[in-house]
């Protein structure tokens, strides 16, 4: 074999391993970009671009604006699903990528409401419903270039690396705004609070130099010659896959919600409502997401090694629904070590769900259209268990004040619903001979 056929086939066993780190770095950077916007919208968005309403409705108005992303996020997982399944994984995952670091850097550079007036808010509106559509799309890419490039049977835990970006990406945009939060409040509030979004430029360049060196999936490029969609691919999904597409979604629940609830509203519930400096809850989330991204991949090899995925996320959604209980009463205490317990033992069962959640929704439906049903699912319902969970969190304190029961309680609903719903996907899936099989019964005319 000559030297040019030896560098070809070693490219192509190193192909998994550099999908799976390129899913994690690009999702790292996205969800980086992301994450800083909800840690912004809870500590300083509502002075700066809702300048004339009271704390409560500032607050309420930030959540908005940060709530406006997750309603963008379907319109992407559309978009860019379609674009996905009819022309490649990779080639929509780079343009994900670019859009979201000019929004990004776009609200680094935004003036406020004291300079522009009511344009702030509008602008700020604009650039994030751009993060939501460039976030709706990335997801799913990100899951299937890393699943699509694994070895036979290791499809979760190499998707699990796309789900490592989420983890990482809170991490990152809180020891953005540790640090940013490390100068007097003042410098801080005037323009401290822009250096973690000038930072995704940076980002935004290396995300870019990975993410390009990655061939396309090598299960797309078969089915894209030997069984491709015969019509728009979100419309043979709704046709075809409606079921499974609802369960989908509504499996997705605590994933998505969870994050916004125990993340981005906690910042507001301990810092508004128990008098806590910001820097206590942003060390103890940070302690929390260390946890997430060590228990992540841990979490995908064990489902894996115990081969019933079904089993293993309903065992880590029995955790959760009873996590809050105990979360809560710690917080409650007030310490920085409490808090931080209470955060570690509710995010083990968040970590083990979110880390096999991905491949298994995304084994319920064909090659052909799969980037389209999984970013549908997950983006429609981030819409609404992302986008609303913190703005349902600030009324639940604000009506409950001095009790937290009714926001633990919230969070296990939130676990209960993708609970029946991960059930119910299972069922289906034990009914079908295979997502490729079961389409193929039901053909789009």
Same mark, same amino acid.
């Given at each position: 074999?000559?030297?040019?056929?030896?560098?070809?086939?070693?490219?192509?066993?190193?192909?998994?391993?550099?999908?799976?780190?390129?899913?994690?770095?690009?999702?790292?950077?996205?969800?980086?970009?992301?994450?800083?916007?909800?840690?912004?919208?809870?500590?300083?968005?509502?002075?700066?671009?809702?300048?004339?309403?009271?704390?409560?409705?500032?607050?309420?108005?930030?959540? %908005?604006?940060?709530?406006?992303?997750?309603?963008?996020?379907?319109? %992407?997982?559309?978009?860019?699903?379609?674009? %996905?399944?009819?022309?490649?994984?990779?080639?929509?995952?780079?343009?994900?990528?670019?859009?979201?670091?000019?929004?990004?850097?776009?609200?680094?550079?935004?003036?406020?409401?004291?300079?522009?007036?009511?344009?702030?808010?509008?602008?700020?509106?604009?650039?994030?419903?751009?993060?939501?559509?460039?976030?709706?799309?990335?997801?799913?890419?990100?899951?299937?270039?890393?699943?699509?490039?694994?070895?036979?049977?290791?499809?979760?835990?190499? *998707?699990?690396?796309?789900?490592?970006?989420?983890? *990482?990406?809170?991490?990152?945009? $809180? $020891?953005?705004f540790r640090l940013a939060g490390l100068m007097d409040k003042p410098s801080f509030m005037e323009w401290g609070w822009r250096l973690p979004f000038l930072v995704s430029v940076v980002l935004l360049v290396v995300g870019l130099a990975i993410r390009l060196g990655v061939e396309e999936s090598p299960e797309f490029e078969e089915t894209r010659v030997e069984n491709p969609p015969e019509v728009a691919p979100l419309r043979e999904v709704f046709a075809t896959s409606l079921k499974p597409l609802a369960l989908a979604a509504g499996a997705n629940t605590f994933g998505i919600g969870s994050v916004y609830l125990f993340n981005t509203f906690m910042i507001t519930y301990t810092t508004q409502y128990l008098g806590l400096e910001r820097a206590t809850i942003l060390d103890a989330l940070l302690v929390a997401a260390?946890?997430?991204?060590?228990?992540?991949?841990?979490?995908?090899?064990?489902?894996?090694?115990?081969?019933?995925?079904?089993?293993?996320?309903?065992?880590?959604?029995?955790?959760?629904?009873?996590?809050?209980?105990?979360?809560?009463?710690?917080?409650?205490?007030?310490?920085?070590?409490?808090?931080?317990?209470? $955060?570690?033992?509710?995010?083990? /069962?968040?970590?083990?769900?979110?880390?096999?959640?991905? %491949?298994?929704?995304?084994?319920?439906?064909?090659?052909?259209?799969?980037?389209?049903?999984?970013?549908?699912?997950?983006?429609?319902?981030?819409?609404?268990? /992302?986008?609303?969970?913190?703005?349902?969190?600030?009324?639940?304190?604000?009506?409950?004040?001095?009790?937290?029961?009714?926001?633990?309680?919230?969070?296990?609903?939130?676990?209960?619903?993708?609970?029946?719903?991960?059930?119910?996907?299972?069922?289906?899936?034990?009914?079908?001979?295979?997502?490729?099989?079961?389409?193929?019964?039901?053909?789009?005319?």
């Amino acid at each position: 074999m000559n030297s040019e056929a030896n560098s070809t086939v070693t490219r192509r066993e190193s192909q998994p391993a550099r999908a799976a780190i390129a899913a994690f770095v690009g999702t790292t950077i996205e969800w980086y970009d992301f994450f800083i916007y909800g840690t912004a919208a809870a500590l300083v968005f509502g002075p700066l671009f809702f300048a004339e309403s009271t704390p409560f409705m500032a607050t309420l108005a930030a959540f %908005g604006t940060f709530a406006v992303g997750f309603l963008a996020r379907p319109l %992407g997982g559309v978009v860019f699903g379609h674009f %996905g399944d009819r022309f490649g994984r990779k080639k929509a995952l780079v343009v994900t990528l670019v859009m979201m670091g000019v929004a990004t850097t776009g609200i680094g550079l935004l003036p406020t409401y004291a300079t522009i007036g009511i344009w702030a808010p509008i602008a700020l509106v604009a650039l994030r419903v751009l993060q939501g559509i460039a976030v709706g799309g990335e997801w799913g890419g990100a899951v299937l270039l890393a699943a699509e490039h694994a070895p036979k049977g290791r499809s979760t835990f190499f *998707a699990s690396f796309a789900q490592l970006g989420s983890p *990482a990406g809170q991490i990152l945009s $809180l $020891l953005a705004f540790r640090l940013a939060g490390l100068m007097d409040k003042p410098s801080f509030m005037e323009w401290g609070w822009r250096l973690p979004f000038l930072v995704s430029v940076v980002l935004l360049v290396v995300g870019l130099a990975i993410r390009l060196g990655v061939e396309e999936s090598p299960e797309f490029e078969e089915t894209r010659v030997e069984n491709p969609p015969e019509v728009a691919p979100l419309r043979e999904v709704f046709a075809t896959s409606l079921k499974p597409l609802a369960l989908a979604a509504g499996a997705n629940t605590f994933g998505i919600g969870s994050v916004y609830l125990f993340n981005t509203f906690m910042i507001t519930y301990t810092t508004q409502y128990l008098g806590l400096e910001r820097a206590t809850i942003l060390d103890a989330l940070l302690v929390a997401a260390i946890i997430q991204l060590v228990m992540t991949p841990v979490g995908a090899r064990i489902a894996e090694l115990i081969r019933n995925e079904r089993l293993f996320l309903q065992i880590a959604l029995i955790w959760a629904m009873l996590a809050p209980y105990p979360l809560f009463l710690l917080v409650d205490m007030r310490a920085t070590w409490t808090i931080t317990l209470g $955060l570690g033992l509710n995010v083990l /069962g968040s970590a083990t769900f979110y880390a096999v959640i991905a %491949g298994y929704v995304a084994g319920a439906f064909p090659t052909r259209v799969r980037y389209t049903a999984i970013s549908v699912a997950y983006q429609f319902c981030g819409a609404i268990a /992302g986008g609303l969970t913190p703005i349902v969190g600030t009324i639940l304190a604000e009506r409950f004040q001095g009790h937290w029961w009714p926001i633990a309680v919230f969070g296990t609903t939130l676990a209960a619903i993708s609970f029946v719903c991960i059930t119910g996907l299972g069922c289906y899936r034990a009914r079908q001979p295979g997502p490729e099989a079961a389409i193929e019964g039901a053909r789009v005319r």
